[in-house]
């Protein structure tokens, strides 16, 4: 009398195969004889190319090394800020150009997109100062 059908035995011989093929990759190629995981695996040069590798570093997105003026800044600056993409952006630009200054980091919620986390992430990135907009407008009329 048999317990199991000839297709269910293949079955789990199949899956006790693959069980244990995954558990000889993983301790022959995966993990040192110390036990830790290797640093370099034998597939990297094959999933990495060596000219893809500097193509992702050029296309590495530039960083922000001073307060944003976010009052007067344009909006491919303000992608550079951690969490606001092109649509949020635009978001923000739409909120200047219809008047309202950013005084403080409370000011950003205004925009659809922006709540409490993100805004208490922007604060210490960005300059809130309207100073640097009239001088600006100042200096252009000055020359004019």
Do not use: Y
Request: with cysteine.
């Amino acid at each position: 009398m048999n317990r199991f059908s000839r297709r269910q035995f293949v079955g789990i011989l199949l899956a006790f195969a693959l069980l244990m093929t995954g558990r000889l990759v993983r301790h022959r190629m995966l993990i040192t004889p110390d036990g830790t995981w290797r640093e370099h695996l034998w597939l990297d040069e094959l999933v990495l190319a060596p000219g893809d590798a500097g193509a992702a570093e050029k296309a590495r997105k530039p960083e922000l090394t001073s307060p944003l003026p976010i009052n007067t800044c344009s909006v491919d600056s303000l992608t550079l800020l951690p969490g606001v993409g092109p649509v949020l952006a635009g978001r923000i630009q739409d909120i200047r150009a219809e008047g309202h200054i950013f005084h403080n980091a409370e000011d950003l919620r205004m925009v659809k997109g922006i709540g409490p986390a993100l805004s208490a992430r922007l604060a210490p990135l960005v300059d809130f100062s309207i100073d640097a907009a009239s001088d600006t407008v100042s200096e252009d009329s000055l020359q004019n």
